[in-house]
């Protein structure tokens, strides 16, 4: 659809496609009486194929699936559009947190009810198609990382749904070798829904309130209204559109808190280099809230335009999480991902270490070349901004926001805590509890 297709009203108008929009659309349309809009920055194409295969990321410099943000440090800072969103872009991994990552959430989050909606998307015949990858899919360098953890930490089974502190086989939202999208799994079966209307290639560049009511959205030169409006367009991108409706931090209307998960790679020069796979099968989870991930290959392999730098091992802080901001400079969006602190550093020192014994270990003789391992001193990112709008002090326990009628968030931005996993299992899973809910209404 386009622009011009945009009606003057909607019971409720979500704003973003992908993770979470494309499973709130869904629900929230399932009532015949409900007339649901879902605007999408994006393109109107749904990804290919092409697009979708694990084995590349198409998130290169002009890419239309991939949205890049300014960064102070010169960081790459990317997240996707279009139908899906960062699930047709992303690397394929679909792990759950681990489930006391949840204890700090608020009332209603109850263990079970969790368990319950990350059921419908990842167990056997779950809406997201996931399943670990197996013995025969690894690449070699993951084979050897696996070969050496599991003679150290516990190993999960691959079929146990909840990582654990120990080796944890990636689980993957996949059909074979293609990502299988929010799109895919939730908005294609709903298109024909008389009651859902879809209006892609349009940006919401605010809100339009009425005191403490927002009351609808700004598109270009249109005012679209609404019952409810419900941002799901990502940590970053719904952070913007509330800093443009001056609706940001409790203290600075201009700026957001948010927090990311920095990381540090231990590259090495490698004398195998196999078929292409996706990027990454396996992970540790330490004790400390670490995540070591194996990288199949040179991140060169998978996004075009990137200077090979060889392949890695990446070491991420997990939980609590770099503190971070969005903030709007010029007329744009400034994302600054933060500075890890003292404690955050030694962490990932001491990871990095373990890293670069496992790499010059004899499991790995014969495929890392001798004196080639090498830390990179960039910390870096690993592109999951949340946090910015967190259950508790920001929005409830349904992503409503705190002192903001017709106003409800359902994405990334409402993570209260950090997860020991990344977040994209669990954002989807938010959303399917959200929805259900609000659909019962």
């Known amino acids: 659809m386009t622009l011009g297709d945009l009606p003057a009203t909607a019971d409720v108008v979500i704003v973003g496609a992908g993770s979470a929009g494309c499973v709130v659309a869904e629900?929230?349309?399932?009532?015949?009486?409900?007339?649901?809009?879902?605007?999408?920055?994006?393109?109107?194409?749904?990804?290919?194929?092409?697009?979708?295969?694990?084995?590349?990321?198409?998130?290169?410099?002009?890419?239309?699936?991939?949205?890049?943000?300014?960064?102070?440090?010169?960081?790459?800072?990317?997240?996707?559009?279009?139908?899906?969103?960062?699930?047709?872009?992303?690397?394929?991994?679909?792990?759950?947190?681990?489930?006391?990552?949840?204890?700090?959430?608020?009332?209603?989050?109850?263990?079970?009810?969790?368990?319950?909606?990350?059921?419908?998307?990842?167990?056997?015949?779950g809406t997201m198609s996931v399943s670990p990858f197996a013995d025969g899919e690894l690449a070699e360098v993951t084979a050897r990382f696996e070969s050496y953890w599991s003679g150290i930490v516990p190993v999960r089974p691959p079929d146990d749904a909840w990582p654990i502190v120990g080796l944890n086989r990636v689980r993957s939202n996949r059909d074979g070798m293609m990502r299988r999208t929010a799109a895919e799994a939730y908005l294609r079966d709903a298109l024909g829904r008389t009651n859902l209307t879809i209006c892609a290639d349009a940006e919401v560049a605010g809100l339009r309130r009425s005191g403490a009511q927002v009351t609808g959205v700004v598109v270009g030169d249109t005012v679209v209204g609404a019952g409810e409006v419900v941002l799901c367009a990502g940590a970053i991108g719904t952070a913007v559109i509330l800093l443009r409706s001056g609706l940001g931090g409790p203290t600075d209307r201009d700026v957001l808190a948010v927090r990311?998960?920095?990381?540090?790679?231990?590259?090495?020069?490698?004398?195998?280099?196999?078929?292409?796979?996706?990027?990454?099968?396996?992970?540790?989870?330490?004790?400390?809230?670490?995540?070591?991930?194996?990288?199949?290959?040179?991140?060169?392999?998978?996004?075009?335009?990137?200077?090979?730098?060889?392949?890695?091992?990446?070491?991420a802080a997990m939980r609590p999480g770099t503190r971070g901001t969005?903030?709007?400079?010029?007329?744009?969006?400034?994302?600054?991902?933060?500075?890890?602190?003292?404690?955050?550093?030694?962490?990932?020192?001491?990871?990095?270490?373990?890293?670069?014994?496992?790499l010059r270990s004899p499991v790995f003789a014969d495929i890392v070349e001798p004196g080639s391992v090498a830390v990179d001193p960039v910390v870096r990112t690993s592109q999951h901004a949340w946090g910015s709008m967190p259950m508790g002090p920001r929005t409830d326990e349904l992503g409503a926001v705190v002192g903001v009628r017709g106003l409800?968030?359902?994405?990334?931005?409402?993570?209260?805590?950090?997860?020991?996993?990344?977040?994209?299992?669990?954002?989807?899973?938010?959303?399917?509890?959200?929805?259900?809910v609000l659909a019962g209404r």
Not at 408 to 436: E, K, Y
Request: glycine share 12%; aromatic share 6%; with cysteine.
């Open 326 to 358: 969005v903030r709007m400079a010029g007329g744009g969006p400034i994302v600054d991902l933060g500075v890890v602190d003292v404690a955050e550093a030694a962490r990932l020192d001491r990871g990095v270490a373990t890293v670069a014994d496992m």
């Open 408 to 436: 409800r968030i359902v994405d990334g931005s409402i993570l209260p805590t950090a997860g020991r996993s990344g977040p994209h299992a669990t954002i989807m899973m938010v959303a399917c509890r959200i929805a259900d």
């Open 260 to 315: 990311e998960h920095r990381e540090v790679l231990v590259h090495y020069r490698s004398r195998v280099d196999g078929p292409p796979t996706a990027l990454l099968q396996s992970v540790v989870h330490t004790a400390d809230d670490l995540e070591i991930r194996c990288y199949s290959s040179d991140m060169a392999r998978y996004i075009k335009g990137l200077p090979p730098v060889g392949p890695a091992i990446g070491v």
């Open 27 to 125: 629900r929230l349309s399932r009532n015949p009486d409900r007339t649901v809009l879902l605007i999408e920055r994006g393109s109107s194409e749904w990804p290919t194929e092409a697009v979708r295969d694990l084995r590349g990321l198409p998130i290169a410099l002009g890419s239309p699936y991939a949205v890049p943000h300014e960064e102070p440090s010169g960081l790459a800072v990317v997240r996707g559009r279009g139908f899906g969103g960062s699930s047709s872009v992303n690397g394929g991994y679909f792990l759950r947190w681990h489930a006391d990552d949840f204890a700090d959430w608020p009332a209603g989050w109850r263990i079970d009810e969790i368990g319950s909606s990350y059921a419908e998307l990842d167990a056997r015949g």
